[in-house]
């Protein structure tokens, strides 16, 4: 499935609950892929809007922030996607976030921003690490996400 096939075929994505972030390795997703996984007994929509990019990412006294001019595509800068998660499903949406930036990503669940974990910096592709992005939602209906390593760089392999 080729991107703009995938960002038609996505609807409405939601997530909430509490933010975590977790750093695992896994080999087999490219760099830049978007991941979402429903454990949850109840389908949900699950959405990411992309906020702002910037050169840096980090967190402040008003939450999660990234800084820093840089040019992207405009389809990169204003990035929207969401999907029908059914309960036990994880859908995995390769070669979504295209630049070696930081994008500042905000969830949604079921179309509400979740209070604690509703915004996260985050970046494909460092100078170390090649990572993707995952919104899980739990069995409580409460999202988390995660930046998690891969050994696939995918399009940012040099």
């Given at each position: 499935m080729?991107r703009?096939?995938?960002?038609?075929?996505?609807?409405?994505?939601g997530?909430?609950?509490?933010?975590?972030?977790?750093?695992?390795?896994?080999?087999?997703?490219?760099?830049?892929?978007?991941?979402?996984?429903?454990?949850d007994?109840?389908?949900?929509?699950?959405?990411?809007?992309?906020?702002d990019?910037?050169?840096?990412?980090?967190a402040?006294?008003?939450?999660?922030?990234?800084?820093?001019?840089?040019t992207?595509?405009p389809?990169?800068?204003?990035l929207t996607?969401?999907?029908?998660?059914?309960?036990?499903?994880?859908?995995?949406?390769?070669?979504?976030?295209?630049e070696s930036?930081?994008?500042?990503?905000?969830f949604?669940?079921?179309?509400?921003?979740?209070e604690?974990?509703?915004?996260?910096p985050?970046?494909?592709?460092?100078?170390?690490?090649?990572?993707?992005?995952?919104?899980?939602?739990s069995?409580?209906?409460e999202?988390?996400?995660?930046?998690?390593?891969?050994?696939?760089?995918g399009r940012?392999?040099?």
């Amino acid at each position: 499935m080729n991107r703009r096939a995938l960002l038609a075929s996505l609807s409405a994505i939601g997530l909430s609950g509490l933010a975590g972030c977790a750093v695992f390795q896994s080999g087999d997703i490219p760099a830049g892929t978007l991941q979402f996984e429903n454990r949850d007994d109840l389908p949900h929509v699950v959405g990411i809007s992309v906020v702002d990019v910037g050169t840096d990412g980090g967190a402040d006294a008003d939450g999660y922030s990234v800084s820093g001019d840089v040019t992207v595509r405009p389809q990169q800068r204003e990035l929207t996607a969401s999907s029908s998660v059914a309960p036990g499903e994880t859908q995995t949406f390769r070669n979504i976030f295209t630049e070696s930036v930081y994008y500042l990503v905000e969830f949604t669940i079921d179309g509400d921003v979740p209070e604690n974990a509703g915004r996260v910096p985050f970046n494909p592709s460092t100078r170390e690490y090649d990572n993707f992005l995952r919104g899980v939602v739990s069995t409580s209906g409460e999202l988390s996400w995660t930046i998690s390593t891969t050994d696939n760089a995918g399009r940012f392999e040099q």
